[in-house]
């Protein structure tokens, strides 16, 4: 281990050269250090103040006040500034749009006047498409607000479905989008956000101009890119450098394979499974158009990631309660080591919750660079802890979950994985302690690390077994063969700990029913479900809830099967939950789905109808 760390740093160093040197040209360019304000804190390019205007490419004020403010070029308003990161991003409020959001006015309805440029891109994240279209334009589109007098919005769920013919005198409109997607989808201000959160990208033309050449980036002719006042010699003296250098990068380059060979040597046999090197493009696009924070802010947010706000301990990082400057209250998950294998975790989990939106799915707010000192994600906030602790907690014996909010725990959790596997992820880590819930007790699926994108034309992928003892797939252990049913065997766990309020394994249980599953299993084939079901839930005593449990327990019987090809699919799961729900339930149904359940048992054939009247009879 000792050596790899050699290794690491001694690639590091080399990887970062080209960057210490450009850090060493910036020392000598006079009067361009960065600089102090206010609440912002040192800053420096892309950003400078009005005193060194050469300096930077936006101008920062009031540093000397409370609040300071950005102008990005002469034609452009003031914004004020809420923060800004050291990875070029910051949150800024635009009055206007600020105004008539509150006021819910139709004037918000017009694209913002930030700036564009041949160096620098000003990216708005999260952001929502609209279509404003004049009253007697129609467009297919999921939702219509018309509350304007002379025109319409219109606008879809997610931005994958855009419409493709949008008629000419229908303009397209960009605005922020809140971070955490609102309830009420059909009135389009519960939308929008009235900060703006922007991305600045500056082009490398203009970078290389700004460090190498020390000149002004501008717009030049034809809208190309211009270095104005670019020294003459700049490019002499960067090959004057670099020669001068060459005898030292040649001995580190030596040093880099001589540690590669040494380490190949003594670790490969034992970790050549262990540890892959990252390509280079997926370290580029690593943040999936997230925005980024800096360790520091994060850092603070956390209290230095204080023992005390710490919400939870995973197999991958420890999860910390933070408060960011703007007041939201956030999740930060800091993943033990930043080794090669905790990037690719890290990169996972932002690739699959950057492409995916669902109510019972955890928001993704951002993350750290990849280059970070530590690796950290940042989630919304949720406050009620999770199932896990409701169902066998300290606070399980207080105030017990009732069975409506079991039912509606895994109604909602069944509609996430169903939403996933749709949109083909295995989540491949789902038990009770990945899901939360939030202060109105509904289910957000947390936890994507191990999650992984499952070709369409694919039958199955052959992957070494991840997952929590308790929950894993047995075809997937034995076979290694990793398929959506996967998923559903540990929803099958989930629906077993909803009925029984006892965690998957435990070894103070007798031997018998250390593992829940198996004791489940065990408990349904010989018609002894009552010993299983948790006293306070009113099993014995109330008719509808005795039918409705019957129903789930042999459910998750089905998907507790041995044989993945006798699960049903999650499609078929939500189905029966949401028919076990019904408000149309006859307790006379109730009483018979026992028997019911034991003939389909005695009769495979049978089981499948049995379940799929556990579902029409209560919509009949």
Same mark, same amino acid.
């Given at each position: 281990?000792?050596?790899?760390?050699?290794?690491?740093?001694?690639?590091?160093?080399?990887?970062?050269?080209?960057?210490? @040197?450009?850090? *060493?040209?910036?020392?000598?360019?006079?009067?361009?250090? &960065?600089?102090?304000?206010?609440?912002? #804190?040192?800053? %420096?390019?892309?950003? =400078?103040?009005?005193?060194?205007?050469?300096?930077?490419?936006?101008?920062?004020?009031?540093?000397?006040?409370?609040?300071?403010?950005?102008?990005?070029?002469?034609?452009?308003?003031?914004?004020?500034?809420?923060?800004?990161?050291?990875?070029?991003?910051?949150?800024?409020?635009?009055?206007?749009?600020?105004?008539?959001?509150?006021? +819910?006015?139709? =004037?918000?309805?017009?694209?913002?006047?930030? !700036?564009?440029? /041949?160096?620098?891109?000003?990216?708005?994240?999260?952001?929502?498409?609209?279509?404003?279209?004049?009253?007697?334009?129609?467009?297919?589109?999921?939702?219509?607000?018309?509350?304007?007098?002379?025109?319409?919005?219109?606008?879809?769920?997610?931005?994958? /479905?855009?419409?493709?013919?949008?008629?000419?005198?229908?303009?397209?409109?960009?605005?922020?989008?809140?971070?955490?997607?609102?309830?009420?989808?059909?009135?389009?201000?519960?939308?929008?956000?009235?900060?703006?959160?922007?991305?600045?990208?500056?082009?490398?033309?203009?970078?290389?101009?700004?460090?190498?050449?020390?000149?002004?980036?501008?717009? %030049?002719?034809?809208?190309?890119?211009?270095?104005?006042?670019?020294? @003459?010699?700049?490019?002499?003296?960067?090959?004057?450098?670099?020669?001068?250098?060459?005898?030292?990068?040649?001995?580190?380059?030596?040093?880099?394979?001589?540690?590669?060979?040494?380490?190949?040597?003594?670790?490969?046999?034992?970790?050549?499974?262990?540890?892959?090197?990252?390509?280079?493009?997926?370290?580029?696009?690593?943040?999936? #158009?997230?925005?980024?924070? /800096?360790?520091?802010?994060?850092?603070?947010?956390?209290?230095?990631?204080?023992?005390?706000?710490?919400?939870?301990?995973?197999?991958?990082?420890?999860?910390?309660? #933070?408060?960011?400057?703007?007041?939201?209250?956030?999740?930060?998950?800091?993943?033990?080591?930043?080794?090669?294998?905790?990037?690719?975790?890290? $990169?996972?989990?932002?690739?699959?919750?950057?492409?995916?939106? +669902?109510?019972?799915?955890?928001?993704?707010?951002?993350?750290?660079?990849?280059? /970070?000192? *530590?690796?950290?994600?940042?989630?919304?906030?949720? !406050?009620?802890?999770?199932?896990?602790? +409701?169902?066998?907690?300290?606070?399980?014996?207080?105030?017990?979950?009732?069975?409506?909010?079991?039912? =509606?725990?895994?109604?909602?959790?069944?509609?996430?994985?169903?939403?996933?596997?749709?949109?083909?992820?295995?989540?491949?880590?789902?038990?009770?302690?990945?899901?939360?819930?939030?202060?109105?007790?509904?289910? @957000?699926?947390?936890?994507?690390?191990?999650?992984?994108?499952?070709?369409?034309?694919?039958? +199955?992928?052959?992957?070494?077994?991840?997952?929590? !003892? %308790?929950?894993?797939?047995?075809?997937?252990?034995?076979?290694?063969?990793?398929? %959506?049913?996967?998923?559903?065997?540990?929803?099958?766990?989930?629906?077993?700990?909803?009925?029984?309020? $006892?965690?998957?394994?435990? $070894?103070?249980?007798?031997?018998?029913?250390?593992?829940?599953?198996?004791?489940?299993?065990?408990?349904?084939?010989?018609?002894?479900?009552?010993?299983?079901?948790? !006293?306070?839930? #009113?099993?014995?005593?109330?008719?509808?809830?005795?039918?409705?449990?019957?129903?789930?327990?042999?459910?998750?019987?089905?998907?507790?099967?041995?044989?993945?090809? $006798?699960? &049903?699919?999650?499609?078929?799961?939500?189905?029966?939950?949401?028919?076990?729900?019904?408000?149309?339930?006859?307790?006379?149904?109730? *009483?018979?789905?026992?028997?019911?359940?034991?003939?389909?048992?005695?009769?495979?054939?049978?089981?499948?109808?049995?379940?799929?009247?556990?579902?029409?009879?209560?919509?009949?």
């Amino acid at each position: 281990m000792d050596s790899f760390r050699v290794l690491f740093s001694v690639v590091v160093m080399c990887s970062h050269f080209r960057f210490l @040197k450009s850090l *060493e040209e910036e020392a000598k360019r006079p009067g361009c250090a &960065p600089f102090f304000c206010g609440a912002l #804190g040192n800053i %420096g390019f892309p950003f =400078t103040n009005s005193t060194h205007p050469d300096c930077g490419l936006f101008i920062v004020g009031d540093c000397e006040r409370p609040t300071q403010k950005i102008k990005f070029n002469k034609a452009t308003e003031w914004y004020h500034i809420y923060s800004i990161s050291q990875s070029d991003s910051l949150t800024i409020i635009d009055q206007h749009l600020n105004k008539t959001v509150h006021n +819910h006015s139709c =004037t918000a309805f017009s694209n913002l006047s930030l !700036p564009s440029s /041949s160096f620098f891109t000003l990216k708005i994240t999260p952001s929502i498409t609209l279509f404003k279209c004049p009253s007697g334009v129609t467009l297919q589109s999921d939702f219509k607000y018309t509350n304007c007098p002379d025109f319409n919005i219109y606008y879809n769920r997610t931005q994958d /479905s855009l419409p493709k013919d949008v008629p000419e005198n229908c303009s397209i409109i960009q605005l922020p989008r809140k971070f955490t997607p609102a309830v009420n989808t059909e009135d389009v201000f519960s939308l929008l956000r009235d900060s703006i959160y922007v991305n600045v990208e500056v082009s490398d033309d203009c970078t290389n101009c700004y460090y190498q050449q020390k000149g002004r980036c501008e717009d %030049g002719v034809n809208g190309a890119f211009h270095c104005a006042g670019a020294a @003459k010699d700049g490019r002499d003296t960067n090959l004057k450098l670099d020669l001068e250098l060459g005898s030292g990068i040649t001995a580190l380059i030596l040093m880099c394979i001589l540690t590669f060979f040494i380490w190949f040597y003594h670790k490969a046999k034992l970790q050549s499974s262990n540890i892959s090197a990252l390509d280079a493009s997926e370290l580029q696009s690593i943040n999936y #158009g997230l925005p980024i924070f /800096s360790y520091k802010e994060l850092e603070k947010a956390t209290n230095h990631f204080d023992l005390n706000k710490e919400l939870g301990d995973g197999g991958f990082g420890t999860v910390y309660h #933070g408060i960011l400057q703007d007041g939201r209250e956030v999740a930060v998950k800091r993943l033990y080591e930043n080794t090669f294998k905790r990037v690719k975790i890290f $990169m996972n989990e932002i690739e699959i919750l950057t492409r995916l939106r +669902h109510k019972n799915l955890v928001t993704l707010y951002g993350c750290t660079s990849h280059l /970070s000192r *530590e690796l950290l994600l940042l989630y919304e906030y949720v !406050p009620n802890g999770t199932v896990a602790y +409701h169902l066998y907690g300290k606070h399980a014996r207080v105030n017990p979950l009732s069975w409506s909010t079991r039912m =509606t725990i895994a109604i909602e959790t069944a509609s996430a994985l169903a939403y996933l596997h749709a949109s083909d992820i295995i989540h491949r880590d789902v038990k009770t302690a990945n899901i939360l819930l939030d202060k109105n007790y509904t289910v @957000k699926v947390a936890d994507f690390g191990l999650s992984r994108l499952f070709p369409s034309d694919a039958t +199955h992928i052959t992957t070494a077994p991840q997952g929590t !003892p %308790g929950y894993l797939d047995p075809e997937y252990h034995f076979f290694y063969k990793l398929t %959506g049913k996967s998923d559903v065997y540990s929803f099958g766990v989930v629906l077993i700990e909803l009925i029984s309020s $006892m965690p998957p394994i435990d $070894m103070k249980r007798q031997n018998n029913q250390i593992n829940l599953a198996n004791f489940a299993i065990s408990q349904i084939q010989s018609g002894s479900l009552s010993e299983l079901v948790d !006293p306070a839930l #009113g099993y014995t005593s109330d008719r509808a809830i005795r039918g409705m449990i019957n129903c789930v327990a042999e459910l998750s019987f089905r998907c507790l099967q041995q044989n993945s090809e $006798m699960r &049903p699919n999650m499609e078929e799961v939500l189905a029966v939950l949401q028919g076990s729900a019904s408000e149309k339930y006859e307790t006379q149904y109730a *009483e018979d789905v026992t028997e019911e359940v034991m003939t389909a048992r005695k009769h495979p054939s049978l089981e499948q109808l049995m379940l799929k009247s556990c579902s029409e009879h209560h919509l009949n």
